[in-house]
């Protein structure tokens, strides 16, 4: 398997994660620097929507009231109900 296949862009894993309403406004928080990527240690600040994130990361990402910070367990394949989004994802710090 590719590791495309294990990968997903962080644009699409945040609406589908339901965090944000529209693909289009995932895209416009990611813009605005407030998601950060953490991968094997190292943090970055992600800067395009079109950056991969994979089963393992952890995004802290700053919301309009709220700062979340969660683990990425799995890749979504839809965007389904809230049951369905609250499993790609383990909440590592309550929102602040």
């Not at 590719?2 to 309403?21: C, G, P, Q």
């Not at 813009?31 to 992600?46: D, I, K, M, N």
Request: proline share 6%; net charge positive; charged share 30%.
């Amino acid at each position: 398997m590719s590791a495309d296949a294990l990968a997903t862009r962080a644009d699409i894993w945040l609406w589908y994660a339901r965090f944000v309403k529209t693909r289009a406004l995932a895209v416009e928080v990611i813009e605005r620097g407030r998601v950060r990527l953490t991968r094997s240690g190292q943090q970055t600040r992600l800067d395009k929507p079109s950056r991969a994130v994979r089963p393992g990361d952890v995004l802290t990402i700053a919301l309009p009231h709220r700062v979340v910070v969660v683990r990425i367990e799995a890749l979504p394949e839809r965007r389904g109900p809230v049951e369905e989004a609250q499993g790609l994802y383990t909440l590592l710090q309550e929102p602040v």
